[in-house]
């Protein structure tokens, strides 16, 4: 049963212009959502955060959008750059433990010059 | 300013061998977490553990796999009698704390080969 659905494996956007990537979700009761970014070779970095009391976060080029009715949110990237080609995961707390996080399957992002 | 250091970044194993991963949280962590990503899938969470605890090994297969974290020294995962289908990324993370908005940070993985 997977509460964390990212159902585009990839995604290809031109330099500078806007990347949005979408995730859906199965349970209300999230807390929060996080997304990470990933290189190849690299362990997950953290990149941005919402609380679901939010429905939207910005950290520079970097915004999280919320919709809770819709249990879905997305990533937008903006100008995108190709140093932002990676893949996106996003999760959120896992249902049974408030600590272990449930992942996504990721979404390959590639930026084109 | 270390991050999560987890070593070895390789490792090539036997089906039959041990496998020994370890991992060391970042300075004042106190909660680590062991993830695994199969190639082409997503990362799947395996066991959550404190200082000397198991808090949740949920996420971990029931043979072969054990997870510790002891009192001193980091965490090891260790998977005995390796099979193929144990060829995987191995990621540790570690939090400062449980609970609240929990970030979690990750290592640069163990990257174990079974043949």
């Known amino acids: 049963d997977q509460q964390v659905k990212q159902n585009s494996p990839s995604l290809s956007v031109q330099e500078g212009r806007i990347s949005i990537l979408n995730c859906d979700y199965t349970n209300s009761m999230f807390d929060y959502f996080l997304w990470y970014k990933k290189y190849p070779a690299e362990g997950p970095t953290f990149l941005i955060s919402i609380s679901s009391i939010k429905d939207k976060n910005e950290d520079g080029r970097f915004t999280v959008f919320l919709n809770k009715s819709a249990k879905h949110l997305s990533l937008h990237i903006v100008p995108s750059q190709p140093g932002d080609s990676a893949v996106y995961f996003c999760a959120a707390p896992g249902e049974t433990s408030g600590s272990r996080l449930t992942f996504g399957e990721g979404t390959q992002l590639t930026v084109n010059p | 300013n270390a991050g999560v250091m987890q070593n070895p970044r390789h490792l090539v194993r036997r089906r039959g061998q041990e496998a020994r991963l370890r991992c060391s949280p970042m300075?004042?962590?106190?909660?680590v977490y062991w993830y695994r990503q199969l190639p082409e899938e997503g990362l799947k969470f395996m066991v959550y553990?404190?200082?000397?605890?198991?808090?949740?090994e949920s996420g971990m297969p029931k043979e072969r796999f054990s997870a510790e974290f002891p009192k001193e020294g980091p965490s090891i995962l260790r998977i005995q009698q390796v099979v193929r289908g144990d060829s995987a990324a191995y990621f540790c993370?570690?939090?400062?704390?449980?609970?609240?908005?929990?970030?979690?940070?990750f290592g640069a993985g163990t990257r174990l080969s079974v043949l």
């Open positions: 553990l404190q200082k000397e605890n198991i808090i949740d």
């Open positions: 993370a570690s939090s400062l704390s449980k609970g609240g908005f929990n970030i979690q940070y």
């Open positions: 300075k004042g962590h106190s909660h």
